[in-house]
């Protein structure tokens, strides 16, 4: 052993001889006092560290008391004067919005956290505080319990908000005294009555049905949830308008009117004694075209739930303007009401022209035409000044919040603020406005992912989707009433907008877009866009929050963005959309002058022309521009020109089985494979089992449907074949009902499998201004009006890249992609249209 100066060990030298006990002895004391010495260091230097860390400790609780006094004081003050409201975020000491940790945050939120590391060498740090301020603010507890802390401990992504301005209530003071009295034990038949006697409307009454009396137009205008759509026909019907025909109600969209009607119903069915329904909203739907419906009905493309004995009928707009096609003086009708004008759809502007025109006919048909927004001037004009009666607007002041800074991805804002609003805000329920199903489904998803397994930590979040596609029976999920503690969050499109009240609504996310149907006449290319919406609609939106109690609306851009971006309204549907079916429609009904026909707002002329110019292409219209044979045929289906064509086209072929089966599977839209996202490679192998040979995605839609009808619509089959067996349902459907509009048509329903090509002959004599050829790079041009397009990866053919191809649709997304393709011979379009293409030399 040798020892240092200080008598410390330097260096053990060990020589160990068994014989030497001595040295052996001196050996194992020496060894223990060193290790001794050494177990004595580590001691030191951890209690070292230890103290240290205690002292950061100490400071920094101390600096987290100080941080949650001065949140909680700067809230109060806010609470106080109302100037600016801030959802939690981020402050620094000074109370200040800590921008490093907004950073830190917002990658979070994109799930880059370990880049956020990396990028932020605070971030650990942060996180940690964040932690311990959460914790010390549960022990602590804060002066208002509502707008508790604990959000910083649930969640961690924000988005900063400032409040702009209020939108003023309207006639708040008439409100409590007409509450319905909710003390005393009352059956369900009378509380529903009472309930209607609450809504704004109701005063009106009878003012109302008189100026129906006097006036044979008349203009309603009234805030959304008065009890426009739900009240008036009913109204009328108790004062007899339904002893001389029907009152017929017109929606522009499909749910309202099936979602409207089930209400009306039940409205009505109470009074009818059939108080076994009344609690039971699942059941009303599944009853669906029973006798419940007997008096009150729906009527949408393909799905028509009336009977003899309907007296009231809500339909969507589209529905009305076929039923003139085989009842042109609606002689079946008392009252019509078109109803949401303000909408400007493409059919309710068509039915404008053709209504104006039927009442001078019929003096007895009374005509309302009822709008939530300030159009009414425009369309009491239209009709010969018309009076307006205006029911007046009851609503709480709403308060507009902005964002403070641009948000990059609205869906995760949207989320982010609904978990903010969830864990801070008093109780109430949420509606965020999405652009479709899709999102809708994104959404709904992440928001479950985030709140699963928290437990007792947040209250219960329901979450309630609503668009066009969803099943009946989910559908009325919205409208029930939010369970005591829980907070109903509702993930609606447009429809929400004026269409469908849904009440407790207290809080409005409006990220501020829609999809829109754009139409470029001089390409004749239509697509689906995301698009800013209008001021008008951001009204709109906002004001939902105010229906029941003052709301508050959080928008997800910001004011510079409302001010810069927005158009003040929505352009009509006419002036961007395309036009062959109305014209084909028009046509039909024996309008031939369209350029004179009265236009509320007339299309393009452009847009006007393309459509002639179709339906001359596919041999609809003559060279005069008459309807032929085949025209009429055609205007005989609810479906786009194209599609009807290649129905009317099978015949020649022989293939009208095989093609009523392709046009109902194009109809149900893309929801027929079903791609679970831990089974993708599965679902997808399945779907490829579809494809076999390349045949095209159509022929793949026919072979599915060929194979589950095989199976007797078997819904194992579905399941193992990851096929919507709703979808496929719906499906059939349409079929069924295609099938019988070839019966009218007399077209022979004939089946003719084995020839592919006779399959794609049919479809190529619709679909031939839809097609395409393949360029060196991969891409396609179309053929008529060159374009770069491309095969959608989801199709069968996105490897093959056949030399050319027709497609169904073309959507925009990243790219224009072309949705439903199927390879065609170049001769078949000289053969099939040879007014359309010619070869070249
Ligand atoms: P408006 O047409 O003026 O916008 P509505 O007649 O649609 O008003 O709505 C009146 C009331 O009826 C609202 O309170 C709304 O919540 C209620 N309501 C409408 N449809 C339904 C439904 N399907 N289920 C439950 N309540 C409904
Ligand atoms: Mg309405």
Redesign the pocket.
Known sequence: LRYSNNNKVEEYVIHLSLTNADSFNLLKEEGRKALYLWICCVFAISWVILLERLETFGKASGRYKKKIYELVKKRSEEDDTQSEYRIPDAYDEEGHVNQEKRFAVSLQRYNLDSAGDKMNPFAEQEAWEEHQMGKASLKYGSKNKNQSNDYEYVFEDKIDFIRDSVIDGENLDELHSELPDKSKEKSALEMLQEERKT?P?YPYRDELLQAVNEYQVLVIV?E????????IPQYLHEAGYTKQGKIGCTQPRRVAAM??A??VSQEMGVKLGHEAFINSSEKLWTLKCSEFHLQVGYSIRFEDCTSEKTILKYMTDGMLLREILSEPNLESYSVLMV?EAHERTLSTDILFGLLKDLIKFRSDLKLLISS?TLDAEKFSDYFGSAPIFKIPGRRYPVEIHYTKAPEADYIDAAIVTVLQIHVTQSPGDILVFLTGQEEIETADEILKHRTRGLGSKIAELIICPIYANLPTELQAKI?EPTPEGARKVVLATNIAE?S????GIKYVIDPGFSKVKSYNPRTGMESLLVHPISKASAMQRAGRSGRTGPGKCFRLYTLHNYHKDMDDNTVPEIQRTNLANVVLILKSLGIDDLVNFDFIDPPPEEALLKALELLFALSALNKLGELTKVGRRMAEFPLDPMLSKMIVASDKDKCSDEIITIAAMLSVGNSIFYRPKDKQVHADNARMNFHLGNVGDHIALLRVYNSWRECNYSTQWCYENYIQVRSMKRARDIRDQLEGLLERVEIEVTSNLNDLDAIKKAITSGFFPHSAKLQKNGSYWTVKHPQRVHIHPSSGLAQVLPRWVVYHELVLTTKEYMRQVTELKPEWLVEIAPHYYQLKD
């Not at 959304?224 to 009240?231: F, H, R, V």
């Not at 469908?500 to 009440?503: F, G, H, R, V």
Request: net charge neutral.
């Open positions: 809504l409307i009234g959304t949830g008065s009890g426009k759509t739900t009240q979602s409207v089930a209400r109803d939530a409208f004026t469908l009240t849904i009440d």
